[in-house]
Structure formats: structure tokens, C-alpha cells
């Protein structure tokens, strides 16, 4: 069955600093992969979605940035965080097309500080 | 474009009460529609998912949608509400790209539900 891994699960981390949140998927190839992020009071907000390695697409212009160097890791970064970074951040996964839906990880809980 | 409109931010019931999150799309296509549960600090949890076929959707939880086009709704309903049932719920609509292999998802902007005793 396929499964998805998100680390780490929470992070403080001053202004300035960088960042690098990894997901990978298990028992899948070739998936569609996704970041979302969290605000309290803005719902889901898609950042980057990729559709293979090497293809990442941005949604929202941001300190943040995106890499896919394998066919099912998928990384955040940033080289310097602003506390508007601060937020719930998601990674999911779908098959061809988002047919079955998305398949969310658990979750990163970042506060800049 | 696809959008979602989840009526109601706050959703409150008691304990063995009806619960129903109302969800309705704006799609030019027949769309793919979800509804997911997120618990606090937790991913988002699939609850049950409308493609093709029956348009009364039955998912986990006791929980179950009925897709109705003529009203462009996927609400979510059960009929007797549990205290383990408290969480954020978020309706989807997915329009599949023939043209890409991207499948987009557009979420509303969630429903928090909250079940007294």
C-alpha cells in the first residue's frame, strides 16, 4: 500500500534561518506531488505541485521554493524565513490525474520566531 | 475556473444530532468531489470521494454525500453525531486536465464542527 512521510512534525526556527522540509511516498511511482500550507484563517493554500522530477510549478510568489531531485521525494526550502512563514505545512500525493484524490502526510507545525 | 463554497465556518450539533456540512462547486465539467476530515495537528483524512456511478456516496465514519447536480451540492451528512466526530471538515472539487497529468484540487475553506454532549 502506499504511504507518504513528512518530517519533521515540528519546528522552531528563527528569522533568517533556512529551511528544508522533506516528504516521501512509498509503494508509488511516478505520483503527483504536492505543498500546501496552513494559515489560521486562510484555509488551504496550494504552493508548489510537481508532475515529475525536476518539474516544479508555483502557485503563490514567496520567500519559499521547491525541489523534486527523485521520483517520489519532494522537498520545501527556504534560505531565509520570514515570521509570515510561520503556518501548518502539508505535503500530498496523487495518482494520474488526482482520480482517487489527494493523500495528505501528517503535517509540519513551523513557527518562526 | 473550479471553486468551492463551504456554507458555514462553525457548525455546532449536540451528541446523537444530525450533522450536515453544506458544500457547493462551481464547475463547467462533471467534477470529482471529496470531502476529508482533519483533525488538529493531523493531515488531512479522506472521508469518502463522488467520481462516476451512484450520486449517494457512503464513506467512513458513518458519514456519506449525495451528489446533486441540478443544485451543483455535495453535502455531508450523519445521522447521529459522536464527541469524536469534532474536527475540521473540507469539501473538494477536482476537474481532471485531458490536456495534463495534473488532476488540480480546489478546497473550500473548511468547516469546523463541534459536537456537545
Known amino acids: 500500500s502506499q504511504t507518504i512521510h513528512q518530517w519533521p512534525a515540528t519546528l522552531v526556527q528563527p528569522v533568517g534561518s533556512p529551511l528544508s522540509l522533506e516528504c516521501t511516498v512509498e509503494?508509488?511511482?511516478?505520483?503527483?506531488l504536492y505543498w500546501y500550507r496552513q494559515a489560521a484563517g486562510r484555509g488551504l493554500q496550494l504552493l508548489f505541485y510537481s508532475v515529475g522530477i525536476g518539474q516544479i510549478s508555483s502557485e503563490v510568489p514567496q520567500n519559499l521554493s521547491a525541489s523534486r531531485p527523485q521520483d517520489r521525494q519532494f522537498i520545501l526550502s527556504s534560505k531565509k524565513l520570514l515570521l509570515s512563514d510561520s503556518g501548518f505545512y502539508l505535503c500530498?500525493?496523487?495518482?494520474?490525474?488526482?482520480?482517487?484524490?489527494?493523500?495528505f502526510g501528517s503535517g509540519t507545525r513551523l513557527t518562526v520566531v | 475556473a473550479q471553486s468551492v463554497t463551504q456554507l458555514g465556518s462553525h457548525v455546532s450539533v449536540s451528541e446523537g444530532a444530525l450533522v450536515l456540512l453544506r458544500c457547493n462547486y462551481s464547475?463547467?465539467?462533471?467534477?470529482?468531489l471529496f470531502w476529508y476530515v482533519q483533525y488538529p495537528n493531523q493531515g488531512l483524512q479522506l472521508l469518502l470521494k463522488?467520481?462516476?456511478?451512484?450520486?449517494l456516496v457512503k464513506g467512513i465514519n458513518g458519514f456519506e454525500a449525495e451528489f446533486k447536480k441540478s443544485e451543483t451540492s455535495f453535502h455531508l451528512t450523519k445521522p447521529s453525531a459522536h464527541m469524536s466526530d469534532a474536527a475540521e471538515y473540507f469539501c473538494?472539487?477536482?476537474?481532471?486536465?485531458?490536456?495534463?497529468?495534473?488532476?488540480?484540487?480546489?478546497f473550500g475553506r473548511g468547516t469546523q464542527l463541534t459536537v456537545w454532549p
Open positions: 509503494g508509488t511511482s511516478n505520483p503527483n
Open positions: 464547475s463547467s465539467v462533471p467534477p470529482y
Open positions: 463522488y467520481t462516476t456511478g451512484a450520486t
Open positions: 500530498a500525493w496523487s495518482g494520474l490525474q488526482g482520480y482517487g484524490g489527494y493523500t
Open positions: 473538494a472539487v477536482s476537474v481532471p486536465d485531458r490536456g495534463s497529468t495534473l488532476g488540480r484540487l480546489y
